[in-house]
């Protein structure tokens, strides 16, 4: 019986076993893993903004970035145009719980200006996001975004656009 007991391998052990942890791993992070366990745990968004010398016709720009916890509040939002949102903002900020139904991050710039990247608390719960763009020109000026992915935000002189960053 002893014999059969020193014969018998542990299978957590050697090589083989380092191998194929590491091809597991490799595996999961090819798959975007980054991205779910940022959903599931929370971890911080990095937004990063550039600003045209014509922004906003030579004006300064207020933009307001909002993270979304609930689905009714996204659709209520959805709906908003930056014009709407920044003229009702006090009031929808009494109407829901801010860091129960959603957070805002406000920010103004000027055109040209050299704007530092910026770090955002994520929490898991959170269902999308929104920006708000204060223009002067007209248009909706309202963009939703994936709150687990990194973005950039280029402001124009007419409007902003927003990508992912890889």
Known sequence: ?????????????GPAWLVTLLLLTGILISCGI???TR?????????????????????????????????????????????????????????????QDFNAWYW?????????DQE???TPRAVGGIIFADYLSPGNHRARFDP???IRIHLRTEDFVVTIVD
């Open 108 to 116: 103004e710039w000027v055109p040209g200006q050299d704007v530092p």
């Open 34 to 36: 980054g991205v779910r």
């Open 1 to 13: 019986m002893n014999m059969l007991r020193k014969a018998a391998k542990n299978p957590c052990s």
């Open 39 to 99: 959903a599931l745990f929370g971890d911080d968004l990095a937004v990063s903004v550039s600003l045209s010398p014509e922004a906003n016709l030579n004006s300064p720009v207020a933009l307001e970035l909002v993270l979304i916890y609930n689905e009714k509040m996204m659709a209520y939002l959805s709906e908003k145009t930056a014009r709407q949102w920044f003229e009702e903002r006090k009031q929808i900020r009494r109407d829901y719980i801010e860091n």
């Open 120 to 122: 955002i608390p994520l």
């Open 148 to 150: 687990f992915k990194d």
